[in-house]
C-alpha cells in the first residue's frame, strides 16, 4: 500500500474513532453533531497527521481546524490546512497554507489548495526565502511540482514577481509565471 493510502487509511480509523466516541460521550452540548456535516460520512476537528518512511522518520505533517471525508467521492476537504513536508526527505523543505484544501484519494499524490494560498520554502545555507501566494494551487507532493491558475506573487529577498498560471518544479528549481513583471534584484 502507497505511503498516500496508509494516510488516507489512518485518517479514517481516528475520524471513525473521533466520531464514535464524541456522539457516545457527549449530548447535546457538543459541536461535533451530525448535523454540522450531513453529507460527510466522517469528520475531525483541530487534527494533525504525519507521515513517516520505512525507516520511522518523519516525511510530512498536515494539520487543520477540520477534516471531512466523503466516501461517495472518496475526498476529504480540509478546514484551514497547514501541509509541511520535512526536510529529511525532500530537496526543500516547505509549507502550505490555505483556507481550504481539497484531497482526491483517487489522485494519490496531488492536494489542490484554495483561498489566500501561502507557499513558503524557509531559507537554507544556500537559498534564500522563497514564498508564493495565489488563490489556488495544485501540489504534487511526491514530484515537488506546484501549479496556480490566476494571479500569482513570487518573493525570494527583495526580488518580487507577479503573473499568471505558474508551473514550479521544486527539485530542479524551476518557475515558469505567464505575463510576468516584477523587480528582480541580485
Known sequence: MSRTGLLLLLLLVI???ITTWMRSTTLGDSKLTSKQTPAADFFMEN????EYDDTGTITFT????????FTADDKSIINNPAFVIHPNTAAN??????????Y??????ELYFEGNV??????????EVLSLQADYMQVKLYEELITTTGETT??????WFTGHDMQADLKRG?????QAKGNYVP
Open 15 to 17: 475520524g471513525a474513532f
Open 47 to 50: 487534527f494533525q497527521t504525519q
Open 62 to 69: 498536515l494539520t487543520g481546524s477540520r477534516l471531512e471525508y
Open 93 to 102: 523543505h516547505w509549507q502550505v497554507s490555505a483556507e481550504r484544501a481539497l
Open 104 to 109: 482526491h484519494a483517487k489522485e494519490l499524490n
Open 118 to 127: 501561502i507557499f513558503i520554502r524557509p531559507d537554507t545555507k544556500d537559498l
Open 154 to 159: 513570487i518573493r525570494s529577498g527583495k526580488s
Open 174 to 178: 524551476k518557475l515558469q509565471l505567464v
